[in-house]
């Protein structure tokens, strides 16, 4: 399975953009990136996925470099509800079926 | 829109019991994930199904088994319970046509 690697901290003031990085080398060219979020002990939740090109949706958008080595997830204007451990995770159908494993995720803290 | 439902969502065992934890993925979803979260650790894999087969394995104990059924709710099986079983268990469901999978809130098992 390829692997991430995420700054383990982060805090963002509320309000502003809060950008996630993501270092992923070593993805396959049919490995999606996805990233969740887990909100204190809650089940991860599902952002956003992409594959090649960059992604919007209702929460986030996600930036993926045109080598697919790294990504950045983009919260616009972080809310205190925001603060969280997000992960961001690799996979695809060449790693057999899809699996995903979390790694240690960045601890997001939106400040007041 | 429906969810991910996982029961109970609280469970206290004594050691050397067994537990059934259920996992109800979302309606049409054919495809579901087991994970364990430690207290202050990251989700771990333990093992997926795939239209009622064992599609990926991960660190899943011995003692543990889990299956999937016909109606593709799946139940973890956990036997000869330890203290360090103590933990968060998550389920996630995927549809074949998504490749994101989405979680359900957990049940918490306490072992005593």
């Known amino acids: 399975d390829a692997k991430t690697t995420q700054p383990p901290s982060m805090d963002c003031a509320e309000g502003r953009a809060a950008n996630l990085p993501c270092n992923h080398s070593?993805?396959?060219?049919?490995?999606?990136v996805y990233w969740y979020r887990q909100i204190h002990s809650q089940g991860p939740q599902y952002i956003i996925h992409?594959?090649?090109n960059n992604e919007t949706n209702e929460m986030a958008s996600l930036i993926i470099t045109e080598d697919r080595k790294s990504s950045t997830l983009i919260l616009p204007h972080a809310t205190l509800r925001d603060t969280a451990v997000y992960y961001c995770?690799?996979?695809?159908?060449?790693?057999?079926?899809?699996?995903?494993?979390f790694g240690t995720g960045t601890r997001l803290k939106v400040l007041a | 829109a429906a969810g991910v439902i996982q029961s109970p969502r609280h469970l206290i065992k004594e050691k050397r019991e067994t537990a059934t934890l259920k996992c109800y993925p979302i309606?049409?979803?054919?495809?579901v994930y087991w994970y364990q979260q430690g207290p202050g650790q990251d989700p771990q894999f333990l093992i997926s199904?795939?239209?009622?087969?064992?599609?990926d394995k991960g660190s899943i104990p011995d003692r543990f088994s889990a299956q999937q059924f016909s109606d593709y709710h799946s139940e973890l099986n956990m036997s000869s319970l330890e203290l360090g079983d103590s933990a968060l268990y998550f389920c996630?469901?995927?549809?074949?046509?998504?490749?994101?999978?989405?979680f359900g809130q957990g049940t918490r098992l306490t072992v005593v």
């Open positions: 309606p049409r979803h054919d495809t």
């Open positions: 995770i690799v996979s695809g159908t060449t790693s057999g079926t899809y699996k995903y494993i």
């Open positions: 992409g594959l090649k």
């Open positions: 070593t993805i396959s060219g049919n490995e999606y």
């Open positions: 199904f795939y239209e009622k087969m064992q599609s």
């Open positions: 996630a469901s995927r549809d074949r046509s998504l490749t994101e999978a989405f």
